[in-house]
């Protein structure tokens, strides 16, 4: 078997980074909490990068559900525990990888030894795992932590940077004293303020909030280790321009556009306050009919089962609307920010 060596396993990255840069990358080290969509495709990133030490948590196992998007998933890893297919596609990349591996997953109770010594995180959480979330996103705020979370939406990315000295994860979604489903909503809504992915979404009754459950692609989740690498590479050898939140990106691949946004307060700005109410109307408003019928007079009647997809369809619109550009015509300098 051919002997490991990392300068000839990282030598296609010199000339993007200088040999210096390629040894100061083997020093840093970068923890990634969730290892399914995108956190195992992070990893191997990362690692082809030439990065070299890793905190990683997932408490999950692969299963078949997973295929259509995760890294590590296929069926020879049907079962198995998802930190230990990635460890192995990390040492595989790169057999001197320090790895600290947390099998439990992340919590409230253990993020403090997760970040020890890190020098950035990147989020690859389940985007249902609220909880989670906040307490690493404030943890790395307490700790002066970068932290990246990228997010796979249709078949683009939405992210987001959260640096030292500015607007906090908590400050920009304003979760605080919120219901987990109005968190989830807020999350949704402050993760891509253009909404560029709700022009294709051809079900929006597959985006179901309430129980958990939304479609995804393979193509956004790669497309999302790229660009959180891209952001990992600048801060990790503090060069280039990193935009902080609440500056954010979004990159649509089936579209073929991106739009650069910029939410002063976050989801308190006035576009995402609308955007939430209009949200949250939709979603009553099913409700709202049920419980007083002098609001369906004149209305034809439903067949069964319309309107929770009715519902369902106009919350997506709804969060259409602020991604489309506000003037029509040429490009211009003062469009760049939407």
């Excluded at 990065?51 to 997932?58: C, E, N, Y």
């Excluded at 958990?212 to 321009?241: D, N, V």
């Excluded at 939430?276 to 019928?293: E, H, V």
Aim: net charge positive.
């Amino acid at each position: 078997m051919e002997r490991f060596d990392p300068g000839r396993a990282f030598a296609r990255n010199l000339g993007w980074v200088t040999a210096d840069e390629q040894a100061l990358l083997r020093s840093r080290r970068v923890a990634i909490a969730g290892l399914g969509g995108v956190g195992g495709s992070h990893l191997v990133t990362l690692a082809r990068l030439g990065v070299s030490k890793f905190h990683i948590a997932d408490l999950d196992a692969f299963e078949m559900e997973n295929f259509n998007r995760q890294y590590g998933a296929r069926m020879s890893t049907i079962g198995r525990a998802k930190t230990d297919v990635l460890a192995e596609a990390a040492r595989d990349v790169n057999p001197s990888v320090e790895l600290r591996v947390f099998p439990d997953g992340v919590r409230a109770d253990n993020v403090d030894d997760f970040l020890v010594d890190v020098d950035l995180y990147v989020d690859g959480l389940d985007f249902f795992a609220v909880a989670e979330r906040r307490a690493v996103f404030a943890a790395c705020a307490s700790q002066g932590i970068p932290a990246i979370t990228a997010a796979p939406l249709g078949m683009g990315v939405a992210l987001l940077n959260f640096l030292p000295g500015h607007m906090t994860f908590d400050e920009y979604f304003g979760m605080e004293g919120e219901s987990e489903p109005e968190q989830l909503l807020r999350f949704f809504v402050g993760l891509a303020p253009a909404g560029l992915q709700q022009r294709y979404l051809v079900d929006p009754t597959s985006i179901d909030l309430a129980n958990q459950r939304g479609p995804s692609t393979a193509m956004g989740c790669e497309l999302c280790a790229g660009a959180a690498a891209s952001q990992a590479l600048k801060i990790l050898l503090g060069r280039g321009h990193v935009r902080a939140a609440p500056h954010g990106i979004q990159f649509d691949a089936y579209l073929d556009r991106t739009r650069r946004t910029w939410r002063p307060g976050g989801n308190r700005h006035p576009l995402q306050r609308l955007t939430l109410a209009i949200a949250r109307r939709a979603d009553d408003a099913p409700n709202a009919r049920a419980r007083d019928p002098d609001r369906r007079r004149g209305r034809r009647r439903a067949r069964p089962g319309a309107l929770g997809a009715e519902r369902r369809q106009r919350a997506a619109l709804a969060l259409r609307a602020p991604g489309r550009p506000l003037v029509r015509g040429p490009r211009s300098a003062g469009r760049r920010h939407l």
